[in-house]
């Protein structure tokens, strides 16, 4: 059975910093077969919108809002994928969702992300 189980999430005050893990198992290839991305789902909004991508091809992205202060890693011996989160603002506030894509190429919109995860709640607040 395909799982993808995020942690890590919490509250924490501005300047601060967590990191996320994910973690992939059942799929039919070692992870480092498929790029993993982190996405955000601000309050309120139905839109998940990517703040970090670790491909396949060993690359990362990050979306500008982010770069700089966030950094995706993977450990695929555990099948782990890891979003280190630091100088956090009140607007990096939201649920966190890890996605599996099986394209090689970096993908950054949702649509092209076929397995989720439940999403893990990060708040950054005073």
């Known amino acids: 059975q395909l799982q993808v189980v995020e942690s890590g999430g919490g509250l924490v005050q501005p300047g601060g910093s967590l990191r996320l893990s994910c973690v992939a198992s059942?799929?039919?290839?070692?992870?480092?077969?498929?790029?993993v991305g982190w996405f955000r789902q601000a309050p309120g909004q139905e839109r998940k919108e990517v703040s970090c991508?670790?491909?396949?091809?060993?690359?990362?992205y990050c979306a500008d809002s982010v770069k700089g202060r966030f950094t995706p890693s993977r450990d695929n011996a555990k099948n782990t994928v890891y979003l280190q989160m630091d100088s956090l603002k009140p607007e990096d506030t939201g649920v966190y969702f890890c996605?599996?894509?099986?394209?090689?190429?970096?993908?950054?919109?949702?649509?092209?992300?076929?397995?989720w995860g439940r999403g893990t709640q990060v708040t950054v607040s005073s």
């Open positions: 059942g799929f039919p290839f070692d992870l480092d077969y498929y790029s």
């Open positions: 996605a599996v894509s099986t394209y090689t190429i970096t993908v950054i919109t949702e649509d092209m992300y076929e397995y």
């Open positions: 991508v670790s491909s396949s091809e060993g690359t990362t």
